[in-house]
């Protein structure tokens, strides 16, 4: 395949139920070190590995449009939002693949998702698909089952910038800054009446507010 000159795609998949500073933090970290001009969000409308999201595929749209208000170098991509059935990330790369056959494709995913990459649909494709790129996550440790750990450990990369020269199937690790926040987190303090100030934009926390979402458990 021919490798296409146009910079490669980043995308950052998650719930984000919701969207929090860690989020945007990592994301913008991420673009910065890989040089891109843009990186994707790309929320999951129906995640097959977690719990049901406690709110909409509508309402998590909505708060993410709210925090990147101020973030001009992230935007969405909302196909699994819009699109029927469990959000299997394989199905999103066959998509993506189809739209940028010689482009780069960078998947960002956090170390607490990565350690059970091995019980995700057809796993082992998504290493032909896209180039993964890792980064740590609060009290998440590196903990592979031996067949993941053996992939990873031959495509490991060091180098960002070896990432252009090939569409898929790379492992580079970045060493971002650890932010202690999750969505988790949030949603507990939010039924506890506790305050959220520094965990998410102020638009945010005033549509969770507004729309009274995540007081019941």
């Known amino acids: 395949m021919r490798i296409s000159k146009q910079p490669p795609l980043a995308f950052f998949g998650g719930t984000f139920d919701p969207v929090h ?10 673009r910065s070190i890989l040089q891109l001009e843009k ?9 097959p590995h977690k719990n049901t999201p406690f709110t909409t595929a509508a ?18 991509d909302d196909r699994e939002c ?11 790369l066959h998509e993506l693949r189809t739209e940028y056959p010689g482009q780069s494709i960078l998947l960002l995913i956090g170390q607490d998702a990565i350690n059970y990459l091995h019980t995700w649909h057809q ?3 998504l290493f032909s698909l896209a ?29 960002p910038q070896a990432l252009a020269g090939s569409t898929s199937g ?9 932010i202690d926040i999750s969505a988790t987190a949030i949603q507990a303090a939010i039924r506890r009446g506790q305050p959220l100030n520094g965990m998410s934009p102020a638009p945010v926390l005033q549509y969770i507010a507004d729309n009274r979402l995540y007081l019941s458990a």
Do not use: N
Request: charged share 25%; hydrophobic share 45%; aromatic share 8%.
């Open 170 to 178: 790379k492992v580079l690790h970045l060493d971002l800054e650890l």
């Open 82 to 92: 819009r699109r029927d059935g469990p959000s299997f990330m394989v199905d999103t």
């Open 39 to 47: 990186l994707y969000l790309l929320p999951a409308g129906d995640p």
């Open 21 to 30: 500073y860690a989020h945007l933090r990592c994301a913008e970290q991420a």
């Open 123 to 125: 796993w082992r494709q």
């Open 131 to 159: 180039h993964i790129i890792t980064f740590p996550r609060p009290g998440a440790a590196p903990a592979y089952l031996p067949e993941l750990a053996a992939e990873i450990e031959r495509r490991y990369c060091s180098d």
């Open 59 to 76: 309402q998590r749209l909505d708060m993410l449009r709210l925090a990147l208000a101020d973030y001009p170098a992230l935007d969405i």
